[in-house]
């Protein structure tokens, strides 16, 4: 059965920086888009960052941009978002999610179960 696991999630201080990992089983990484998505306490749900699996274009919510990095290993069929500089508006639940081919936000297939992110000091 495809599963994502997420990890890397905990406690950091503001300006803190931390990587989260999505490691993938039962499907090949490398033929889907991998999106982040992240939700705080009392938020929706929003997209954060995602990777294109034809041409590794990426994309990025405005308030992370050049803070947050996605990237991937598929080789090891692992994706990853880097942040740095973390906020504590950037406290959420983080979702790792992939989708074939290309970047969809709003019909991603497969979804992993969260990592909490928690910033403060």
């Known amino acids: 059965q495809v599963q994502l696991a997420e990890s890397g999630g905990g406690l950091v201080q503001p300006g803190g920086s931390l990587r989260l990992s999505c490691a993938a089983s039962?499907?090949?990484?490398?033929?889907?888009?991998i999106g982040w998505f992240r939700q705080a306490p009392g938020k929706e749900r929003e997209g954060v960052a995602c990777?294109?699996?034809?041409?590794?274009?990426?994309y990025y919510a405005d308030s992370v941009k050049g803070r947050f990095t996605i990237s991937r290993d598929n080789a090891k069929n692992t994706a990853y978002l880097h942040m740095n500089t973390l906020k504590p508006e950037d406290t959420a639940v983080y979702y790792c999610?992939?989708?074939?081919?290309?970047?969809?936000?709003?019909?991603?297939?497969?979804w992993g179960k969260g990592t909490l992110v928690t910033v403060s000091s």
């Open positions: 039962d499907i090949t990484l490398g033929f889907y888009a």
């Open positions: 990777i294109n699996s034809s041409d590794g274009s990426t």
């Open positions: 999610a992939a989708n074939y081919a290309i970047c969809d936000y709003g019909g991603m297939d497969y």
